[in-house]
């Protein structure tokens, strides 16, 4: 699996409304996974294990749903709140990415190896940047949410105003960073930039929408 960093921009407790979902929210939310849901059908049975099927434990044509492909069933335990069995945790957050990546204002895709995380922190922190808006704090924050995580992922948020702060020590510290590091904080926070514009316009919209914050979802190996 690729190290890599996804950002989005949402209120995480617009966000988190996908887990007590109401009426219209939870259409929406069925009809996304809908459109990602699947099942992989198995070989078509034949010989003496096709005779045997009744006799085993389970049959020889039931259709292999992969521990990563989402289903309706997922959907429904995430909307209201149920408890994800350990063998549907990956594909409930297969569904969870695919909800952010249509419910955000905004979103990005940012490889970012584990190597290059501890290099930025140790490049921020001799240009002056507190140790308190390092990268890690991107995904410092719980999501409160009924979804545990899985062993090679760390997700969290950051609210609006911190990563507003964050943006702008980062911005100035730069010129102090090495060219590697400085290009990835650059691309940082060009997504960074956004969000006084989102901000405008959720607050301009029909709803009133609070400011986005920012959702992020750091995978491992």
């Excluded at 929210?25 to 010989?47: E, K, M, N």
């Excluded at 905004?106 to 995380?117: F, N, V």
């Excluded at 400085?182 to 997504?191: G, I, K, N, P, R």
Aim: charged letters at 20%; proline letters at 8%; glycine letters at 6%.
């Amino acid at each position: 699996m690729a190290e890599e960093l996804r950002l989005w921009a949402i209120s995480v407790d617009e966000f988190r409304q996908c887990f007590a979902a109401p009426p219209l929210l939870a259409d929406r939310l069925r009809h996304i996974a809908q459109s990602i849901a699947g099942v992989a059908a198995s070989p078509a049975p034949h010989g003496l294990l096709n005779k045997l099927g009744p006799l085993m434990r389970r049959p020889t044509d039931a259709p292999v749903i992969r521990p990563d492909q989402p289903n309706l069933n997922d959907a429904e335990a995430l909307m209201t709140g149920r408890y994800i069995a350990s063998d549907r945790l990956a594909a409930s957050w297969v569904l969870v990415r695919a909800w952010l990546d249509a419910l955000a204002i905004a979103h990005t895709i940012i490889p970012l190896a584990q190597s290059t995380i501890d290099r930025l922190e140790f490049d921020l922190a001799r240009a002056g940047v507190s140790t308190q808006i390092s990268i890690r704090h991107l995904w410092g924050r719980s999501l409160d949410i009924p979804l545990r995580s899985t062993g090679d992922m760390c997700v969290g948020y950051m609210d609006h105003a911190g990563t507003t702060r964050l943006a702008e020590a980062w911005a100035a510290a730069v010129p102090e960073l090495e060219p590697g590091t400085a290009q990835l904080a650059t691309a940082l926070l060009e997504f960074f930039a956004r969000f006084p514009a989102l901000a405008e316009a959720s607050a301009g919209g029909d709803q009133g929408s609070p400011p986005p914050d920012l959702i992020a979802w750091w995978t491992g190996r």
